[in-house]
């Protein structure tokens, strides 16, 4: 059965209805016209002429600089925050998993305290046991929830999303304060326990959706840049890489057949190059320099890409 579309704006209280999700030709989450104004500040304006629409067992990747509106949008699809537009949501709120950026719980209660009341089966469950291991958490049961680290309570909050096998699954930057052994382990477990479902994750971690995500939403100051396949994205923003450098470097090597693009850290730029012959030739030309030059994730010089042709249009029309 279909949800209902669910909006609510001005100041009032954003409410979340959501009904069982039956027909796999439906998206399971669809998003139009989805508007948020703080203040003065328009924080997101998604396109009222077109639906954002994510089926079931899609993995979207959600990425975009910090202000983006990332966290504003997860917000209004879990009903946290007041909205203009329109979300319809095919799933019952037992198929529905979450785990926010920053999570607010501090009950004084020890792990296993909590762990037993949300998966409501005993600690010495086989398959609750089995999950435990899985998100290294089984040494940390009779620690206080209050005095776990960043990272041991994102296992927590991860392990606590994922147990009941949702069939959607909302992630908030899932790896930050975890090393790089965890963050692939953990990675590794989410790709396991989502397989066929669905799942919308954020993340300034490009790797972590480079061979997971098989559709990519990018945000810019809470408007949509891209929404679509990675094929898709990749056949409307060609490159073969982006090498970044200092920005000082700027004339100091010959770049002026190459598309230069200014990073927002404002200290490096990325340089698009289109094949393997034309990356060898910058990369010799900035070793015989003496320049320091790093070949990013294609992921991220996508994207690189894409927001920069979106902020040229922007200043276009102005």
């Known amino acids: 059965m279909n949800s209902e579309s669910n909006s609510s704006g001005g100041g009032g209280a954003a409410t ?48 975009g600089e ?4 990332k966290t504003t949008l997860i917000n209004c699809i879990v009903g946290k925050m ?15 998993g979450v785990q926010f950026q920053s999570n607010d719980y501090d009950p004084p209660v020890k792990v296993k305290e909590l ?12 398959e ?9 958490l089984e040494e940390l049961l009779a620690k206080k929830v209050k ?25 908030d930057e899932p790896t930050s304060a975890l090393d790089y052994q965890k963050r692939r382990k953990i990675l590794h477990t989410l790709k396991v326990a989502m397989d066929k479902k669905t799942v919308l994750i954020s993340t300034h971690y490009y790797d972590d959706i480079e061979d997971w995500a098989n559709k990519i939403l990018i945000l810019d100051k809470g408007r ?3 929404f679509g396949t990675i094929g898709e994205l990749e056949e409307r923003y060609p490159l073969y890489s982006l090498v970044r450098i200092p920005i000082e470097a700027r004339g100091k090597v010959d770049s002026k057949n190459l598309k230069v693009i200014e990073l927002d850290d404002e200290v490096n730029l990325g340089i698009v190059v289109q094949s393997e012959k034309e990356e060898d030739s910058f990369l010799a030309l900035c070793q015989e320099a003496a320049i320091p030059a790093h070949r990013e994730e294609k992921l991220y010089g996508i994207y690189v890409l894409a927001l920069n042709e979106f902020r040229e249009k922007g200043q276009e029309k102005q």
């Open 128 to 136: 609750l046991k089995a999950g435990l291991k899985e998100f290294e």
């Open 16 to 63: 979340f209805q959501a009904r069982d999700f039956q027909k796999p030709a439906e998206p399971i989450l669809s998003l139009k016209g989805v508007r948020v104004k703080r203040w003065r500040n328009q924080i997101l304006d998604l396109p009222q002429e077109e639906n954002i629409d994510i089926f079931l067992g899609d993995t979207v990747g959600l990425i």
């Open 82 to 96: 007041a909205y203009q537009g329109s979300i319809e949501r095919n799933f019952s709120i037992q198929d529905f």
């Open 66 to 69: 910090n202000g983006a509106g």
């Open 115 to 126: 762990v037993e009341a949300v998966c409501q089966k005993s600690a010495s469950n086989p």
């Open 224 to 226: 949509k840049v891209f």
């Open 147 to 171: 005095k776990l680290s960043g990272g041991e309570r994102k296992r927590l909050t991860l392990f606590l999303a994922v147990f009941k096998k949702p069939k959607l699954l909302i992630l």
